[in-house]
């Protein structure tokens, strides 16, 4: 088969809608369209059939039972409704918050309004694996914390957090356990109450689903997570989040689930295989290039490759045909380091020329193949070109170095 | 972001890489830039010192394709060039020759600032006085 460009591979910021979800979502826009809220009709029930099975569909996926699925837009509205929904139902038990530096900005930025209105948030920093562990969370739970929200697996290095481990803590401790888990969920085994999670955020458009549709995991028992909604309104999902709902999107996701669940083993493999093919490949042909995070405790398809003095933005261009995502690149240009790799405690000029590679479903060993000659061609040229690397090479050891201001 | 067809073909083709002997008399070297701000540009002019022109140049650049292109593009706009007259290159100009968008303009700010400091290098080497190249360079914009 002729390769096709350019090559998707930023999986990890969203999938192409698998046409299985597509095809079960197809009849509830047109013949089954009604709201499923409409319990006095036909119609309503036939919607309300699809959103049942979409229920237990996700529920199947992450060992929950169907009727503690709220629905929502998205990850980024389901992490704003856990924290702040925890923050406020139980500010009068306490108002500490414990998360993680290098959680996405759906957890940091709700997280940061919430100091900002008196909430006391400790923010766990990993070492140089990534790695959130239990014993740091053990250690930062105080009389007054009421939520530790820590994710599942880290969207930028794949990375995944010390997580049985974590959830035992909080049940010893009594402190709810929020866990975003949109880069998990579908990719690798996720269980709630093996976990021990009170609390879990997903994303459809991260398992080849639709964009827009997302869930929240509540947890009806031992203990019964009570929230304050964000969203008020009729009544929906338990009072939890009100709207009528997105019945296409929910299908969708719920089927997105049941592929997830029932190819995983087989995908993980294939996936692993392709990435440890990528990775090295890359690294064999490179000697500074490193992978950053943990090599083992991660997800089968992600892998952050740090290209050592040559910078990011020229390095995605060299190799525009494929699609990934860079760390980032001048400061100058507003776009930072990235502050994942900044909090694994890279150097600036090696947080500056990282890139994120994302397989998919989709992604063949052809475009993985390509993708290496592509991205050591483009290395070895910017290493000509960097008069960071001739000091290098030089001996001169470019931190000692006093740099202009600029 | 769409770069244009010049900055495209200094970034795929860059004019004048390379390094020079930094302790040779008649070579300035001009080091801009910073590794933790993403950019670091090296620039170095060879003077030949019987006519005061620049008779070759070299760069390398770790920065973005627009620093890479203003940078190959100030080695080729030295080249032949007086002290003074090569002075007088404007990042202005860099941004219009590249058609270098708002967000790039740093980076032609650098190349500006790389010729600037290898042509001082040079001077201080060889004991000339850079200030009243600076001067000279005022009086005739
Ligand atoms: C870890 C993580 N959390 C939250 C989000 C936001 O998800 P959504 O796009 O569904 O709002 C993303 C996606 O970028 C993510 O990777
Ligand atoms: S070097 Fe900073 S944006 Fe070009």
Redesign the pocket.
């Known amino acids: 088969m002729a390769l096709k460009l350019p090559i998707y591979m930023d999986h990890?910021?969203t999938t192409p809608v698998d046409p299985r979800v597509l095809e079960a979502m197809l009849p509830y826009f047109t013949e089954k369209f009604a709201n499923s809220a409409s319990r006095n009709h036909e119609f309503g029930w036939e919607a309300e059939d699809g959103v049942k099975l979409a229920r237990k569909q996700v529920g199947d996926l992450i060992g929950a039972d169907p009727k503690e699925v709220i629905w929502t837009s998205?990850?980024?509205?389901s992490?704003n409704l856990a924290i702040k929904g925890v923050a406020d139902m139980y500010k009068d038990k306490g108002r500490h918050i414990i998360t993680a530096v290098h959680e996405?900005k759906?957890t940091l930025d709700p997280c940061k309004r919430l100091a900002k209105m008196g909430y006391d948030v400790t923010w766990l920093e990993p070492g140089p694996d990534g790695i959130i562990y239990a014993k740091q969370v053990a250690e930062a739970i105080r009389e007054d914390t009421i939520l530790v929200s820590i994710?599942w697996a880290n969207?930028e290095i794949g990375t995944i957090n010390e997580l049985p481990q974590i959830g035992k803590v909080c049940k010893e401790k009594g402190v709810l356990l929020h866990t975003?888990a949109?880069?998990a969920v579908g990719k690798i085994p996720v269980d709630v109450n093996e976990a021990g999670i009170d609390l879990l955020s997903g994303?459809a458009?991260?398992i080849y689903g639709p964009k827009g549709a997302?869930f929240l995991y509540v947890r009806r028992r031992k203990p019964r997570v009570r929230l304050t909604p964000i969203i008020d309104g009729g009544g929906h999902e338990r009072g939890m989040r009100s709207g009528t709902l997105n019945v296409t999107g929910i299908v969708g996701l719920g089927k997105a689930c049941e592929l997830c669940r029932l190819e995983m083993v087989e995908e993980t493999a294939r996936l692993s295989g392709l990435r440890d093919r990528l990775e090295k490949g890359i690294t064999s042909q490179l000697e500074h290039a490193v992978v950053n995070g943990h090599l083992t405790k991660r997800l089968p398809h992600t892998t952050n490759i740090s290209f050592p003095y040559v910078e990011g933005e020229s390095m995605m261009m060299a190799i525009k045909e494929i699609a990934v995502s860079s760390g980032s690149a001048c400061t100058s240009a507003s776009l930072e380091p990235s502050y994942v790799l900044k909090a694994l405690g890279l150097g600036d000029e090696i947080a500056h020329s990282s890139i994120r590679f994302g397989l998919g479903r989709i992604t063949t060993e052809q475009e993985v193949d390509y993708t290496i000659e592509k991205v050591v061609t483009a290395v070895k040229k910017l290493l000509d070109l960097s008069p960071l690397y001739e000091m290098v090479l030089e001996g001169i050891d470019i931190n000692a170095i006093e740099w202009g201001a600029h | 972001m769409a770069y244009s067809e010049k900055v495209l073909s200094h970034y795929e083709t860059p004019r004048n890489v390379g390094s020079m002997d930094k302790d040779a008399k008649n070579v300035g070297t001009g080091i801009v830039g910073a590794p933790e701000c993403g950019d670091v540009m090296k620039l170095q002019i060879q003077v030949d010192e019987a006519t005061g022109k620049i008779i070759d140049a070299k760069f390398k650049t770790f920065g973005c394709g627009s620093a890479i292109a203003s940078s190959s593009l100030a080695t080729e706009w030295v080249k032949g060039r007086t002290l003074d007259e090569a002075l007088a290159i404007k990042n202005t100009q860099i941004v219009q020759e590249l058609s270098l968008p708002p967000v790039k303009i740093h980076c032609s700010v650098l190349a500006e600032d790389a010729i600037k400091s290898a042509i001082h290098d040079y001077q201080e080497k060889n004991g000339l006085d850079h200030d009243h190249a600076e001067a000279s360079e005022h009086t005739k914009a």
């Open positions: 990890n910021a998205g990850s980024t509205e992490n996405h759906a994710m969207n975003d949109t880069q994303s458009h991260k997302g």
